[in-house]
């Protein structure tokens, strides 16, 4: 039973538009979510994070939405850049005390010139 | 400063070998996560360090994985009689602390095994 799901495996997005990632959760003791970005051959890099008593954080063209009544967050990335062509999950975890993360299966981004 | 090291960064095993996999993490972090990532998967946590604390096993397949630490440097990921299904990326990540706050996870590049 997957917690957290990415129901889009792929999206494709030309340059200088906005790139829209989802993510869906079902266990409501979740209260920390974190992006991730992966290009191939390495390990995911941490992009940025929200905890569940905000909904929405920003850091430069990123972006994260948070909709706990939904248990649905998302990633905007504005403008999208080539180089923002990656792999991205989307993880969950508890932030009281030590908590695994959660991951879901990946979104592979795609953003042409 | 140095991230997360892992090595070796490819391995190809027969069907019942052991192999083991090495991760180096970042230097002060003495949280230490094993995870794996299946094709077409996302990552699974495999077992997790926290200084001198017992570790937390609760991810492990099976009996045929271990892993071990010294202190808060090195870990090795065995896995004994290795199978086909076992063929994976297996991400390691390192972090500041486990403790009451959720701190960011800093990953190595991963060892890619295949199991013929």
């Known amino acids: 039973d997957q917690q957290v799901k990415q129901n889009s495996p792929s999206l494709s997005v030309q340059e200088g538009r906005i790139s829209i990632l989802n993510c869906d959760y079902t266990?409501?003791?979740?209260?920390?979510f974190l992006w991730y970005k992966k290009y191939p051959a390495e390990g995911p890099t941490f992009l940025i994070s929200i905890s569940s008593i905000k909904d929405k954080n920003e850091d430069g063209r990123f972006t994260v939405f948070l909709n706990k009544s939904a248990k649905h967050l998302s990633l905007h990335i504005v403008p999208s850049q080539p180089g923002d062509s990656a792999v991205y999950f989307c993880?969950?975890?508890?932030?009281?005390?030590?908590?695994?993360?959660?991951f879901g299966k990946g979104t592979m981004l795609l953003v042409s010139p | 400063g140095a991230g997360v090291s892992q090595s070796p960064s490819n391995k190809v095993t027969e069907k019942g070998k052991d192999v083991e996999l090495r991760c180096d993490p970042i230097s002060g972090h003495t949280a230490l996560y094993w995870y794996r990532q299946r094709l077409g998967q996302g990552l699974e946590f495999l077992i997790y360090f926290q200084g001198n604390s017992a570790p937390d096993k609760s991810g492990l397949p099976s009996d045929r994985f271990s892993a071990e630490r010294t202190g808060e440097s090195v870990s090795t990921l065995t896995i004994q009689r290795t199978q086909q299904e076992d063929s994976a990326v297996y991400l390691c990540a390192s972090s500041t602390s486990g403790g009451e706050y959720q701190e960011t996870q800093y990953f190595g590049p991963g060892t890619r095994l295949l199991v013929l």
């Open positions: 266990n409501s003791m979740f209260d920390y």
């Open positions: 993880a969950a975890s508890r932030n009281s005390g030590y908590s695994t993360l959660t």
